[in-house]
């Protein structure tokens, strides 16, 4: 199964996840990046209100690949507006398979994970897998078993 993991990183957390999940299912890597990093209070602002923000140039479509990993810190319990924006970017991903991966500082904050879920849902891909980590698990690198039972999903 070829993968692309489509990462957004405002701090690195979740970008040190998606690199060693890249390593571990031998997939590819794409940063999602805003254009313009705006003032924390804007930031969360514009998450609580699922608002998308411009992005650079990355890999936003799935042609080449059987299935997608899309990574994200919460912000306000939900997605950045660099994710709601690359989500609306994608492109040639019907039928192919999803899984959706955020880190946290705590441990309420399920919107993020049901919003990608749901659009990519609606989008017709085909849901394998979920998963969420502590920012300070992410720090001590203690990605415990439930990494690796995330990772096989993604593995032929
Ligand atoms: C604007 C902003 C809003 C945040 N909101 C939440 C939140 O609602 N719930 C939570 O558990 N963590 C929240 N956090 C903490 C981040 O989700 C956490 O530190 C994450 O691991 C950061 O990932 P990154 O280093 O890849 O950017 C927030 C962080 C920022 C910058």
């Known amino acids: 199964m070829k993968t692309l993991i489509a990462c957004y990183s405002y701090s690195g957390h979740t ?21 313009k990093d705006d003032w924390y209070p804007f930031r969360l ?17 799935l042609m080449n690949y059987d299935g997608l990993v899309l990574c994200s810190p919460v912000w306000g319990g939900k997605t950045p507006p660099a994710i709601n924006k690359y989500l609306s ?28 879920r749901e659009y990519l849902d609606s ?7 979920q998963m969420r980590l502590l920012a300070k698990d992410v720090d001590d690198e203690k990605y415990g078993e439930i990494f690796d039972l995330f ?3 993604f593995i032929d």
Do not use: Y
């Open 151 to 153: 990772a096989k999903k």
């Open 89 to 116: 970017e994608l492109t040639n991903v019907k039928g192919k398979h999803f899984g959706v991966f955020v880190t946290s500082g705590g441990k309420r904050s399920q919107k993020a994970t049901i919003q990608m």
């Open 45 to 61: 602002w514009k998450a609580l209100r699922e608002k998308k923000v411009p992005i650079k140039p990355c890999q936003t479509d």
């Open 15 to 35: 970008l040190k996840v998606a690199e060693a999940l890249k390593i571990k299912i031998n997939a590819d890597l794409t940063n999602i990046k805003s254009e």
């Open 123 to 129: 989008q017709g891909m085909q849901f394998l897998g």
